[in-house]
């Protein structure tokens, strides 16, 4: 009996045993699925190129990138997990309420210069993606640096009734009548890639005119003017055919034989470029159906 008693015990630990061992893989495997899945995002959203400086050796998303607009010059914040300087104290409510809602840890109001204008579209499986990559990026003890804006913009408490006036925090919402390609090109454009941010004109007060969605705007990042990417054949890209499109999102060829430069070519080499090819060719599906608009 005690035999028995001892056998049965033994087999009952190497069960124990083989549970635990299969446990960590699979989550183990899990974390290492949805990291992955925050890269895309991270790559899609754009994340590198805005928040790492451009002088020589810039640590990755250490911030300091100087974003120059109309309404004055914003310097991009640390999103590495250090704690002080970073995000390294953010959970991931804090995470979702600055892409949705764009309000800090500490209830700041952030400027739509981060366009969470268009993030707040965002799934909650994205979020919960990225804030898994972006708590394992190198941290960086940089700390942030204050915009150059005039003084009528420096009243942050402001950015609550531009808020109301301007920003919907609402979530992406599928179309049922169209199909999985379409509202995931949707998606890619106009929640994580955000390119309404730079190719839809804005309003005296910084927002963005919906009327004029994709548009093309002479008033850019940095100087650049973003052209027009509606179905118009003289004015936007009505003329490109589906193959045309996929070429100049993934290498920034144009038709002409020209090549994207200024800020699209570093939204091509730090963004674009990584899309699978399914996600291209569901951007090109939504592209096709935008609504055609003069310049």
């Given at each position: 009996m005690f035999a028995y008693s001892a056998r049965r015990r033994a087999g009952g630990g190497v069960l124990l045993l083989s549970l635990m061992v299969w446990w960590g893989v699979a989550v183990g495997d899990a974390g290492a699925e949805l990291q992955q899945r925050g890269e895309y995002v991270f790559r899609i959203a754009g994340c590198k190129g805005c928040h790492t400086g451009k002088e020589e050796g810039a640590a990755p998303l250490a911030g300091g990138r100087r974003l120059e607009t109309p309404l004055g010059t914003f310097l991009s914040p640390n999103i590495t997990p250090?704690?002080?300087?970073?995000?390294?104290?953010?959970?991931?409510?804090?995470?979702?309420?600055?892409?949705?809602?764009?309000?800090?840890?500490?209830?700041?109001?952030?400027?739509?210069?981060f366009p969470y204008t268009s993030y707040a579209g965002m799934v909650d499986e994205d979020i919960q993606a990225l804030m898994a990559y972006l708590e394992r990026v190198?941290?960086?003890?940089?700390?942030?640096q204050p915009h150059e804006l005039p003084w009528y913009l420096r009243y942050?408490?402001?950015?609550?009734?531009?808020?109301l006036l301007f920003h919907d925090p609402e979530p992406f919402v599928r179309q049922a009548e169209k199909s999985a390609a379409w509202n995931r090109g949707a998606y890619l454009v106009n929640v994580l890639g955000h390119c309404g941010e730079c190719h839809t004109p804005r309003n005296i007060f910084g927002a963005l005119d919906r009327e004029r969605h994709l548009g093309g705007n002479p008033g850019g990042i940095e100087g650049d003017s973003a052209p027009n990417i509606t179905t118009h054949p003289d004015d936007g890209i009505g003329d490109w055919s589906p193959g045309?499109?996929?070429?100049?999102v993934r290498s920034g060829l144009?038709?002409?034989?020209?090549?994207?430069?200024?800020i699209m070519a570093e939204v091509i080499e730090e963004s674009l470029e990584y899309l699978s090819d399914?996600?291209?060719d569901a951007v090109v599906t939504y592209l096709r159906t935008v609504p055609a608009l003069e310049d």
């Amino acid at each position: 009996m005690f035999a028995y008693s001892a056998r049965r015990r033994a087999g009952g630990g190497v069960l124990l045993l083989s549970l635990m061992v299969w446990w960590g893989v699979a989550v183990g495997d899990a974390g290492a699925e949805l990291q992955q899945r925050g890269e895309y995002v991270f790559r899609i959203a754009g994340c590198k190129g805005c928040h790492t400086g451009k002088e020589e050796g810039a640590a990755p998303l250490a911030g300091g990138r100087r974003l120059e607009t109309p309404l004055g010059t914003f310097l991009s914040p640390n999103i590495t997990p250090h704690p002080e300087h970073g995000i390294g104290r953010w959970s991931l409510g804090d995470v979702s309420r600055a892409l949705r809602s764009g309000e800090s840890r500490e209830s700041i109001h952030l400027y739509p210069a981060f366009p969470y204008t268009s993030y707040a579209g965002m799934v909650d499986e994205d979020i919960q993606a990225l804030m898994a990559y972006l708590e394992r990026v190198p941290k960086a003890d940089k700390p942030n640096q204050p915009h150059e804006l005039p003084w009528y913009l420096r009243y942050r408490p402001l950015l609550y009734l531009w808020k109301l006036l301007f920003h919907d925090p609402e979530p992406f919402v599928r179309q049922a009548e169209k199909s999985a390609a379409w509202n995931r090109g949707a998606y890619l454009v106009n929640v994580l890639g955000h390119c309404g941010e730079c190719h839809t004109p804005r309003n005296i007060f910084g927002a963005l005119d919906r009327e004029r969605h994709l548009g093309g705007n002479p008033g850019g990042i940095e100087g650049d003017s973003a052209p027009n990417i509606t179905t118009h054949p003289d004015d936007g890209i009505g003329d490109w055919s589906p193959g045309e499109i996929r070429e100049y999102v993934r290498s920034g060829l144009l038709p002409d034989g020209d090549v994207a430069g200024g800020i699209m070519a570093e939204v091509i080499e730090e963004s674009l470029e990584y899309l699978s090819d399914e996600d291209i060719d569901a951007v090109v599906t939504y592209l096709r159906t935008v609504p055609a608009l003069e310049d």
